[in-house]
């Protein structure tokens, strides 16, 4: 079993290479991060859950055959790694071209990695877009 120091690193080093393979907009790059099966999920911002490789996979290539470059900047970056499943919740503040229009926006995003022998790969995708800045606490939240 991995130190937890080791483990951090690996989840850090396997979250930039889900960022890398993204702004290289290749398929190849992106498929090594990703785990397979049925048990996968991503969502998009604006698009509906889609589940098990296949699905996500035609989601990426859809993605990059529309777009011309894309640039990540990442921040607020937070990991929580326990036993063999680890997530990391940051903001994307990207820059992308797509067609003709150029948009800078900032995604609100969850990365999910599952360690099968010994290998962490992504397992789940979520992004969203981010409509306020304020970052509300769990001290603040009312039932």
């Avoid at 296949?54 to 937070?78: G, H, P, Q």
């Avoid at 929580?80 to 995003?109: C, P």
Wanted: charged residues 20%.
């Amino acid at each position: 079993m991995a130190a937890p120091d080791q483990d951090l690193t690996q989840v850090l080093e396997v979250n930039a290479n889900f960022y890398r393979a993204f702004e290289s907009l290749d398929i190849l790059r992106m498929a090594a991060v990703w785990a397979r099966g049925d048990h996968v999920r991503c969502v998009h911002p604006g698009w509906s859950l889609l589940s098990g490789w296949e699905a996500v996979k035609a989601s990426w290539e859809l993605i990059f055959s529309n777009t011309k470059e894309i640039r990540f900047t990442l921040t607020d970056v937070r990991v929580q790694i326990h036993s063999t499943m680890a997530w990391v919740v940051l903001t994307e503040n990207l820059l992308s071209q797509v067609q003709q229009d150029v948009t800078a926006t900032s995604i609100l995003a969850t990365n999910i990695y599952e360690k099968t022998n010994g290998t962490w790969q992504m397992v789940h995708h979520h992004a969203s877009h981010v409509f306020s800045s304020r970052t509300v606490s769990e001290k603040e939240v009312t039932h």
